[in-house]
Each structure stands twice: as C-alpha cells, then as structure tokens.
C-alpha cells in the first residue's frame, strides 16, 4: 500500500460503500493508520491509497500515542454542518502544497467503526474540518478544489510540477497507465459491492 499523488486517477473517483467489514478490511484500515503516522499526517482516505471504497483514518492530534483520538470510520455522512471557518490545509496527496480552504465549522458525522457500531460524532475546529476533507476524498474531491479563485492561482504552478511528475513516472512505468488503474479500481469496487 503506498499513498498516490495528485493527479492520480483514484483521488477523482467516487467511492463506494462497504457492505461488510472483514479480515481484509480491518487490514487495510490498519495499513492506511500505518502510513497515516509514518508521513505525519492527521487523516487518509481509501482514495489516497488507491482503494474505491468509503473509509477514511484519523487522528484529531495526528499523535500515534494518543489512541482517543484516532478513529477509523467506515461509510460517513455528515448530518448537519453549521457556521463557517477558514483555516489552512494540506494533503499528503499533495505534497508541499499548504492554502486556505472555507468549510463548515461545525459538524455532525455518523458512520460505523470495524466492529459495525455506529459511530456519532460532534465536532468542530480542526476535527471537524478534518472529517470534512476526508470525506470530501470519498467523493472524489480535493481540497485544491475548494481553494479561492487567487488561492487556485498561487496553487497552479505546484499543481502543474506534480502534473509533470507524474506523468513522467507514468511514462517510466513507476505508476501504471490511467486505464489500467481505473479497471483495477472497478473490479475490487465488484468484489464488495
Ligand atoms: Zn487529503
């Protein structure tokens, strides 16, 4: 399991949801924390490790040892959102790209942990706009997405030398084709769903 960079194809696709959790599920859940901790970041989703379903890791304090504050969610929805912030992001998707995006402040998110219980959380700050790009991922939307028209501006360059990038590691066969990756992505979709 390794994390795919923009603009792999699976950062655009729409994920689906888990219809049971297994052995094979709680082991990519317990990869996605691994890599999460290794690159120091707070969340990962399935996208970002080039798996098309809706499950996500996080860690509010992007702290290994604080365990209260990890929590791997399976099929999320956001139930209410209220108030708006602003405050800068970043995605281990994109490497060294860090802008300010406006999200809600506030959330409500349910979704259901390895065991199958239902998961309900209040949150807002950080946690809150945490789950929200998260979740976003499942949808097949980045946070460059959501940035100002002069933050997408400032963005562009570093946009296009990971466009470049990956295209040359396309072209050396370090990543394989676009077509294959999404045929990849359709039949382990089939297998779950
Ligand atoms: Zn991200």
Not at 31 to 50: C, I, P, S, T
Not at 63 to 77: G, I, S, T
Not at 123 to 134: F, K, M, N, S, Y
């Amino acid at each position: 399991m390794q994390i795919v960079k923009y603009p792999h194809p699976s950062l655009r696709r729409l994920s689906k949801p888990l219809a049971r959790v297994d052995a094979e599920v709680r082991r990519y859940a317990a990869e996605m924390l691994e890599l999460m901790y290794e690159f120091d970041g707070v969340g990962l989703a399935a996208n970002q490790v080039d798996l098309p379903y809706r499950i996500f890791v996080v860690n509010f304090k992007g702290d290994p040892a604080a365990k209260d504050q990890e929590w791997v969610v399976l099929n999320p929805v956001i139930t209410n959102r209220s108030g708006t912030a602003e405050a800068e992001e970043g995605c281990l998707s994109f490497p060294g790209i860090y802008a300010p995006v406006r999200r809600a402040e506030r959330v409500i998110m349910t979704g259901f942990d390895l065991s199958g219980n239902e998961i309900r959380l209040e949150l807002d700050g950080l946690p809150a706009r945490a789950v929200q790009h998260e979740i976003d991922h499942l949808d097949g939307v980045v946070f460059i997405d959501r940035l100002s028209p002069t933050n997408q501006l400032a963005v562009r360059e570093s946009l296009a030398a990971l466009e470049r990038q990956f295209a040359d590691e396309q072209a050396r066969g370090l990543i394989p084709p676009s077509e294959q990756i999404i045929a990849r992505l359709d039949e382990l979709e089939s297998l779950r769903t």
